[in-house]
Structures are given as C-alpha cells and as structure tokens.
C-alpha cells in the first residue's frame, strides 16, 4: 500500500477508512473542492485562475494530447478530478495499471497545464475509466481558506469546504495524548491540507494555531520548515542514486 501526503498536510485522525477504500478499489482520493474536471487540468483555465501555461503555445499542447489520446484512448474532459495532496493506492494497482502511464505521459509535463496533478489524474482514468478514483470524503483532505480562492472563486459562488470550529486546542496542549479534532464539511477532519499560500510557517493564515500546536510538539520543525532551514538540507545519496532517508 502507497499513502501519499504533501508536506503541508497535518492528520488529525487515523486514515483506515482512505486505505480500506483503496485495498477496496485500487486508488483512493479526494475530489477537487471547487469541482474541477479533466478539461480544466489539461488545457488550464487562465481567465479564472488568473495562471497561464508557462511558454507552451496551444499546438503544443494539442500535440501532446493526440500522442496521448492515440496511445491510450479517448481522455473524457468531462471527468470529475482528484486532489493530489492526499490519496492512497494499492501497490500493484499503481505498478500494473498506472504507472505505465505516467512514464508515457512524463515527456509530456510541460505540456499539461496541472502538471503532476493532472498527470495522476490521467494514469488514474486510463486505469479505469469507469470510476478513475475511489472519493473518501473531503474530511480527508480538507483545505484550508485563502485569499487565492475568495479572489476568484467567490464571484461564481464557490466556497472553499473550510473547517471552521476549532475544538479542544487548549486542552491538547495541556495533554499531548489528547486529539486536536476539527470540525467541518463531512464531519470530524482527518486530514488538514494548507494548500496555496500563505503557508503556515511563512505567516498566520487560516487555522494556522492547528500548524503552531504540531510545531510546538515537534523538535526543530520550525526552523526545517524555514525558508533558510529548507535550503540547508540535502539529500544524501548512495552509490546507487537512491535517497537516504
């Protein structure tokens, strides 16, 4: 079994119900909040996001998407996408069914304007078209709310699903043993995802105090997470290439 998370995730409670759905299924995650789809992840959506595809002109993009398409199949745009912060798959499910998808479609990064989420999402729809990703729920990657999408999504009506109640903070503190719980759209959070910035450790943002509490409990975290503590670690390698972590 894979369990994936980014770096800017805390867990809040256990995640056997994201890793039962992906024994049960192959690949488990959690669907975009707003809704977004395949269309969007590939091709982009600059008048909305305000982000544009880097230098790739659309030729190039539509190149890249024939080599897929005529590989692979018909990519349906319509097809609702996952989240890549936090998602959970079987070991050979990955290996056999989308892995060689994404070592075909890696050539093609630049041209993909969501990048390695969008990637994923494709291996995932190649891997089954019917249902690409077993959806968990969004108390397992509940994002916190920044300006980034008050800027452009609130005029179209979206908001962020944000926990909002804060319980028990203060008697965690007291009792290390005691759980921090959030509260929000789908019940008790699993998982707090500070996706966009600011992020936590570079300034107060939303439900910053839940980071600030794990900081706390947790030896040099904050000057790791720190622009120049960052910058000072480097992996060390072996003979091999291989990471040691």
Known sequence: MIVHLDADAVVLDSLDPLIQAAVEHGFAATGEIPPSNMKTHFWGMPEVTGRALRDVERADQTSAYQAITERFGPLD???????????????????????????????????????????????????????????????FNSRAEYSYFNDHFSASGYRIASPRVLTNLAIARENPWHKVRLNGVGGSIAVLHFVWKPKPWEAPSSLWEVWEFFADMTPDWRSVASPEGASAIIPATNSEGWVSL
């Open 77 to 139: 745009e319509e097809s609702i996408t996952f989240n890549s912060g936090i998602w959970a798959t079987r070991r050979n499910y990955y290996a056999d069914r989308m892995r060689p998808v994404l070592n075909f479609i890696k050539d093609y990064h630049r041209e993909i304007w969501g990048l390695e989420q969008a990637m994923l999402n494709i291996a995932a729809f190649y891997a089954n078209q019917e249902e690409p990703f077993r959806e968990v729920g969004s108390r």
